[in-house]
């Protein structure tokens, strides 16, 4: 199955300062999802963006297919944006299914 | 829209008792997956299934794990003789499938093997 690796596995930042999230993976891929999860909480979808670069108020994906990479920038972070960012990809001889990468846990300080 | 709903959010069970997880999708929603997350081995896919029918299990344990969708408003996975080493959350996800293969995720069930 599909290959993903999550950069950094931990970041801590000082609020108001901005993210860079990266997600590499093995194979050919047609859906990269962006979650979010809270300690002990339920994973929300951030961003659909198998190609190309997408925006939803302070994030901002940009994925390059050809090269098996994308990163989620979060600008002017806040603390309510703490937790762990997954970065999932589907297989193109099974497109359905999401392999996850292990995260980056992302931590802002006040 | 309520989102996916899943039932019971924890759930202990003594080794070797049968546990019994529901799901319910998304309405209107056509694919329904289940995955199994731990600190060990992350977030791991189970089986889907596409319209009701099972497309793909390859991620299911093939002993002790089941799962069924009887109608197109819910879904269950049951484990058979439950061990500690099934101990996780288990999170059902669905999508629109064909329209939009986005999958939105429940809140998981915590299984706790005792």
């Known amino acids: 199955g599909q290959q993903v690796q999550q950069s950094p596995a931990s970041l801590v930042l000082q609020e108001g300062e901005n993210a860079e999230l990266q997600c590499n993976f093995s194979?050919?891929?047609?859906?990269l999802q962006w979650f979010y999860q809270s300690p002990g909480g339920s994973l929300v979808s951030l961003l659909s963006?198998?190609?190309g670069t997408k925006h939803t108020g302070r994030l901002t994906s940009t994925t390059v297919t050809k090269e098996r990479r994308s990163s989620l920038h979060i600008s002017s972070s806040q603390t309510t944006d703490s937790g762990t960012y997954l970065c999932a990809i589907d297989e193109r001889s099974n497109y359905n299914v999401l392999y996850f990468g292990s995260g980056t846990k992302l931590t802002v300080e006040p | 829209n309520a989102g996916v709903i899943q039932t019971p959010r924890h759930k202990v069970t003594g080794k070797g008792q049968e546990a019994t997880l529901w799901c319910e999708p998304i309405?209107?929603?056509?694919?329904v997956f289940w995955y199994r997350q731990t600190i060990v081995q992350g977030l791991e896919f189970l089986t889907y299934f596409r319209n009701q029918a099972p497309i793909d299990d390859s991620g299911m344990p093939k002993e002790r794990f089941s799962a069924q969708m009887p109608n197109q408003s819910h879904s269950t996975l049951k484990i058979q003789s439950t061990q500690p080493q099934d101990s996780a959350v288990y999170l059902c996800?669905?999508?629109?499938?064909?329209?939009?293969?986005?999958?939105?995720f429940g809140p998981g069930t915590r299984l706790t093997v005792l």
């Open positions: 963006n198998p190609s």
């Open positions: 309405s209107g929603h056509s694919a």
């Open positions: 996800a669905s999508s629109l499938g064909a329209l939009s293969y986005e999958q939105y």
């Open positions: 194979s050919t891929a047609t859906q």
